[in-house]
């Protein structure tokens, strides 16, 4: 973590999933951000971040997005830059969902999921979706900017059954 002063700085979040046999249909999992103004803490996201976009102020973006699993490790990275996010904005907060193209797909019918959250070399987080086997999307983690300023990181793997939109729309209303 960064120094007790500043909080935490710029993080990045990866993903990795094993792909399908050969002749299966791909499975797409994707990371999403939802930023949350001090207004409105835990009402609808100020805006989100997913695939195919980044942050209106370039301090969220998507860096690497995967639609099968291939490759070596993680295969999905977004970088936040939470020690540039506008004073505006006091709470973002990081999912992942699975593309529901063919059916229902939860976490426990993909193989080798697993998440990392890192400051720098720092590994703050590092899990599988064991616990929400049975979701179709998951949060990760919160990021909120605490009296002084800075950002304060908590771990929340918390499933959904939603697809990626309607998650996307409530994902932090519920980690109170």
Do not use: C
Request: aromatic content about 10%; charged content about 20%.
């Amino acid at each position: 973590m960064g120094s007790l002063n500043k909080g935490v700085g710029k993080v990045e979040v990866t993903l990795r999933w094993d792909p399908t046999p050969l002749g299966e249909p791909a499975h797409d999992l994707d990371i999403i951000a939802a930023t949350y103004g001090a207004e409105d803490p835990y009402g609808s996201p100020a805006y989100v971040v997913h695939f195919d976009s980044r942050s209106p102020d370039g301090t969220i973006t998507l860096n690497r997005d995967s639609r099968d699993g291939q490759g070596f490790g993680f295969d999905e990275a977004m970088t936040l830059e939470l020690d540039r996010l506008a004073p505006a904005y006091t709470r973002v907060v990081v999912g992942i969902a699975i593309q529901q193209r063919g059916g229902r797909t939860t976490f426990g019918e993909i193989v080798n999921t697993g998440f990392r959250i890192r400051e720098g070399y720092t590994v703050l987080a590092e899990n599988d979706f064991a616990d929400v086997s049975g979701s179709t999307a998951a949060t990760i983690a919160e990021f909120t900017r605490n009296a002084s300023g800075g950002w304060e990181f908590r771990q929340v793997v918390r499933g959904f059954d939603a697809d990626p939109n309607s998650f996307a729309g409530t994902m932090g209303s519920s980690l109170t």
